[in-house]
């Protein structure tokens, strides 16, 4: 009800390439997989490996590939304040190149604090396309209200601990590798995913994923609903446990104020 057509609970599927469709219309953010695709969209660039373009709403754009790259196109339907359809939409229009995005890990406080890395989150996030109302500089494309999308890599045997979105919906579309997605109330549920598997998960349910692949593995965890994440995502006491055990004390208070413990 955000702008996707979700399940009553976690679905996976293989989606063929070249082009993967997995939400209503509106703005399409493209991920090149592999070799370059060229986006043209009043202008053309050349888009490599995990580059993102951001198109606004009623532009008309088309993308070649002479080497046959896989395109995933996920499209978004926004809404205002009160919570109802925009019917034209923002145009929020932009390029982001993975090479130029600085991981949200290399980013103060988390910077200082690597134990905590392994517990909450992905080894590298890539802060892709974001809310304009977050200011300049959160995300590499300013985007509208309600969207989050980032690019995530992460070792063999590593991932977020189990979590819960109170106030979003989660995608996880899988970019290359294999992941583990479990949810539950324990993570008692899994499904082993490769690439361009999907998950969706609806509010309230916990959920995480690990990845499992031998080489590199990429994740492409997109969130719909809200304009931050600290008052959405909530941990299990356990994994709170584990948070602090990581942190050194004079940190405690900081990290509990921009909503990490």
Do not use: K
């Not at 370059?36 to 009623?58: F, I, K, M, W, Y």
């Not at 046959?68 to 205002?80: C, H, M, N, Q």
């Not at 499992?212 to 909530?234: F, K, M, Q, Y």
């Amino acid at each position: 009800d955000e702008g996707f057509v979700l399940p009553d609970a976690v679905s996976s599927a293989t989606v063929p390439p070249p082009i993967v469709s997995i939400v209503e219309p509106f703005d399409g953010e493209t991920v090149a997989q592999g070799f370059e695709v060229e986006v043209t969209a009043g202008d053309a660039c050349r888009l490599g490996v995990r580059d993102v373009r951001l198109v606004s709403p009623g532009v008309d754009w088309t993308a070649t590939s002479p080497a046959g790259a896989t395109l995933l196109e996920l499209r978004y339907r926004e809404r205002d304040r009160s919570g109802a359809w925009i019917s034209r939409g923002r145009r929020h229009e932009g390029v982001a190149r993975l090479r130029d995005v600085r991981p949200i890990q290399r980013r103060f406080p988390l910077s200082l604090i690597p134990g905590l890395l392994d517990v909450v989150s992905p080894r590298e996030l890539y802060p892709l396309v974001g809310p304009a109302a977050r200011g300049p500089g959160r995300f590499a494309i300013p985007g509208p209200q309600g969207l989050m999308v980032v690019a995530a890599t992460t070792p063999t045997g590593t991932g977020p601990a189990l979590h819960i979105h109170n106030l979003t919906v989660e995608i996880f579309v899988i970019l290359q590798g294999r992941f583990r997605v479990s949810w539950g109330d324990e993570g008692e549920q899994e499904a082993l995913l490769g690439p361009l598997d999907v998950a969706v998960f609806p509010r309230g349910v916990n959920r995480t994923f690990e990845a499992v692949g031998e080489g590199e593995n990429w994740i492409l965890p997109t969130v719909v609903g809200a304009n931050s994440e600290r008052d959405d995502i909530a941990w299990t006491p356990p994994v709170v446990q584990r948070m602090r055990q990581a942190v050194p004390g004079a940190l405690v208070d900081l990290l509990a104020m921009i909503g990490l413990l």
